[in-house]
């Protein structure tokens, strides 16, 4: 009876996990939509006229940025092999790092919206080529904070001792959104300076 019952259990915390994971690739495959969405309406854009386009060269801020998301998703993905591994000191330690990184992600675009600001790109003005540098940048940021609260909560499920499966599940899905928004930066750094 105790052995059916633990059955049943697995069963529906496996049925659980597969419909947050579902989830997650659902909201992923809507963001995408939403920048590739946002690229259209930049290229149409700014096809419309030669006076239109960014016109201005993209700070040095965003290559720091890159570079911290890139280590960002590699501490990440070591601090998901720790959990697997059951390392989870090593595991804690990897997901502080890569929380730190995404932080430092985030103000590192920040202070490059304000070296834009000082070249006279503003959010609102007559060239929208400009303000699309700040909605790009501005929605993936949102994201990032999003990405560094499922950071947070799979430290604190490690600190509050889920269980293995749990935590594994955890550090998967948090794996798995922040090296989409590792390459969704890359995505749209690439295509502004295609377009600068």
Do not use: C
Not at 65 to 87: D, E, F, G, H, N
């Amino acid at each position: 009876m105790i052995a059916m019952a633990q059955y049943t259990q697995n069963k529906e915390d496996l049925t659980q996990q597969k419909a947050k994971k579902f989830n997650l690739w659902l909201g992923m495959i809507g963001m995408f939509m939403m920048f590739a969405a946002l690229s259209s309406g930049f290229i149409v854009y700014t096809a419309g006229g030669a006076d239109r386009g960014i016109k201005t060269l993209l700070p040095q801020a965003f290559i720091y940025s890159t570079i911290l998301i890139v280590l960002s998703s590699v501490t990440m993905q070591l601090a998901y092999v720790a959990a697997k591994r059951t390392l989870f000191t090593r595991q804690r330690i990897l997901l502080v790092i890569t929380i730190l990184l995404g932080l430092g992600f985030f103000a590192m675009q920040v202070h490059a919206w304000g070296i834009l600001s000082d070249r006279g790109v503003v959010f609102v003005n007559s060239n929208a080529s400009q303000s699309f540098i700040y909605v790009f940048t501005g929605m993936h940021l949102a994201h990032i904070a999003a990405g560094i609260l499922v950071l947070v909560r799979a430290l604190v499920g490690r600190m509050r001792n889920v269980s293995q499966v749990n935590n594994v599940f955890r550090m998967d899905l948090a794996a798995l959104f922040w090296h989409f928004l590792g390459i969704l930066w890359i995505y749209i750094y690439v295509f502004l300076l295609l377009n600068q």
